[in-house]
């Protein structure tokens, strides 16, 4: 099977997005390492609370009927039917990560243990990313304000653990996160009977490695475990500080 880029979220959608493209690409111009990933969780959130919107108002009776304007736009979320599939809350799909915890559980945990100051950081950095999106996102979604810390964790927590990272088509090949719809829900194994690849027109070819029989789960091999990505992985704060820094200032 194939997954089309354009089925795909990438940065371009959210810096394309009518609403928040804008303070998106300033956020862009304006930080420093890690900003894609950033973006790319502040766009997530933001859809999710607006179809968590449209979900409240259709159970209040509303309608998204041609004399519902506003009810038609939120009708329209691009790519509602995938957000629907991904695990914004702890335990959703089995889902685990550390900034689902509470903070008296990352002490209990992993307090003198490698994780631990890493855990500590990403939770921090989180939180303070959040209010810089807060002044991007809220104009827009308003009345889902006092949601907003938790699709924020959610969003991290989605773009960190199921995020690809793909050459760019319409960028020289530059390397982007991409957020592929069916792909991200095959579980990892260190001997996968599918392989995936990037393919010229920007999408991700999915290939069966052994003959395959009906009923068979797939599985796929993101990394080796003694690839160096994985040993050394470590988000790039750079980003955080840059923020907090002009934040601080300002």
């Known amino acids: 099977m194939r997954v089309?880029?354009?089925c795909c979220i990438t940065l371009d959608d959210a810096l394309s997005d009518v609403e928040c493209g804008d303070g998106f690409r300033k956020l862009?111009?304006?930080?420093?390492p890690g900003?894609?990933?950033v973006v790319i969780a502040g766009y997530l959130?933001?859809?999710?609370l607006l179809l968590k919107e449209y979900d409240r108002r259709l159970q209040a009776g509303d309608s998204d009927d041609e004399n519902n304007a506003e009810m038609r736009w939120l009708s329209n979320i691009k790519f509602s039917p995938y957000l629907r599939t991904l695990p914004w809350e702890r335990g959703i799909n089995a889902q685990e990560h550390v900034l689902f915890w509470e903070d008296g559980d990352v002490d209990a945990l992993l307090k003198g243990s490698l994780a631990y100051a890493d855990a500590v950081e990403i939770r921090a950095n989180v939180?303070?990313?959040t209010g810089i999106l807060d002044g991007i996102i809220c104009p827009v979604i308003c009345k889902a304000r006092?949601?907003?810390e938790e699709a924020v964790r959610g969003s991290f927590v989605i773009s960190l653990s199921r995020a690809f990272v793909a050459p760019c088509p319409i960028d020289g090949g530059k390397d982007e996160d991409r957020l592929a719809p069916v792909l991200d829900m095959l579980q990892h194994s260190?001997?996968?009977n599918i392989c995936h690849r990037f393919v010229e027109d920007g999408s991700i070819e999915v290939l069966a490695r052994p003959n395959l029989k009906s009923g068979d789960e797939l599985f796929n091999q993101y990394k080796t475990e003694e690839d160096i990505d994985i040993i050394n992985s470590s988000?790039?704060?750079g980003l955080y500080r840059v923020l907090w820094s002009s934040r601080s200032q300002s």
């Open 235 to 237: 988000p790039d704060l």
């Open 146 to 148: 006092p949601s907003l």
């Open 28 to 32: 862009l111009e304006t930080a420093g």
């Open 45 to 48: 959130a933001k859809e999710y």
């Open 4 to 6: 089309p880029r354009m």
């Open 127 to 129: 939180k303070l990313v």
């Open 190 to 192: 260190n001997i996968p």
């Open 35 to 37: 900003a894609d990933t």
